[in-house]
């Protein structure tokens, strides 16, 4: 069983480009979780989907970011416009349908995005 | 708002002494913690999980301990190995449901030295 799959691994764009992160969770995971790891910072919570449903979009930014999960298909977390204080590490999270109180969320190797 | 903190950012200690790292968090209304290691570059590994309603967890050579009421947790590494380098950290769920969110420390970047 594969484990929770990223891609790209790192990712170079210049200001004002747009960046798109993709995460497949594990099989038979519906539930997906984005944060991110700024440079000397704690992993931050940006946004919990399930399939084609947002659920908690608490800690998106207001503007420029946006993140879906679709029927088919990778969840995807878009960046327009960036910006030089976009440069992070992007991790993706993914956890078995159902919600149950001993379940672990299952982190995969994130997406270092880079701002030039 | 739930904060955790971890103290101190770094540790460096001499190969085959215990340690314990800890962790603090100012809402007790938590329905598990869990510990992840991260290596440099890389992504989280988790590393035990508790339960609310549980004391502590083992697993090898590491044990987490858990006190609710006071807001800690301590992760214990017994016999360290160069190979245990890397950054430690703790995340607390709040609660059930909808709100799954974890929130994080910063982390403790261990540096076993031979």
């Known amino acids: 069983n594969a484990g929770v799959m990223q891609n790209p691994r790192h990712l170079v764009r210049r200001r004002g480009q747009e960046a798109r992160l993709r995460c497949s969770p594990m099989?038979?995971?519906?539930?997906v979780y984005w944060y991110r790891q700024l440079p000397e910072e704690g992993l931050k919570f940006m946004v919990y989907?399930?399939?084609?449903?947002?659920?908690?979009e608490s800690g998106m930014p207001k503007e420029r970011f946006s993140a879906e999960f679709p029927k088919e298909g990778p969840s995807i977390l878009r960046i327009q416009q960036v910006v030089r204080g976009d440069s992070a590490a992007y991790f993706c999270?993914?956890?078995?349908?159902?919600?149950?109180?001993?379940?672990?969320?299952?982190f995969g190797p994130g997406t270092r995005l880079t701002v030039l | 708002k739930q904060e955790v903190t971890q103290i101190p950012a770094a540790l460096s200690v001499p190969e085959g002494e215990n340690l314990v790292l800890n962790c603090s968090f100012t809402?007790?209304?938590?329905?598990?913690l869990q510990w992840f290691r991260q290596d440099p570059g890389k992504g989280l590994t988790s590393l035990l999980l508790i339960q609310s309603s549980q004391r502590e967890q083992t697993s090898g050579r590491l044990n987490a301990s858990l006190d609710k009421s006071s807001g800690r947790s301590t992760l214990y590494i017994a016999a360290s190995q160069p190979g245990d380098s890397a950054t430690y950290l703790c995340?607390?769920?709040?609660?059930?449901?909808?709100?799954?969110?974890?929130?994080f420390g910063k982390g403790i970047t261990l540096s076993v030295r031979p």
């Open positions: 809402d007790s209304a938590i329905y598990n």
């Open positions: 099989k038979g995971h519906s539930h």
């Open positions: 999270a993914s956890s078995p349908p159902g919600g149950g109180s001993t379940d672990t969320q299952y």
């Open positions: 989907l399930q399939k084609e449903n947002i659920i908690d």
């Open positions: 995340a607390v769920r709040p609660e059930y449901g909808a709100n799954s969110k974890l929130t």
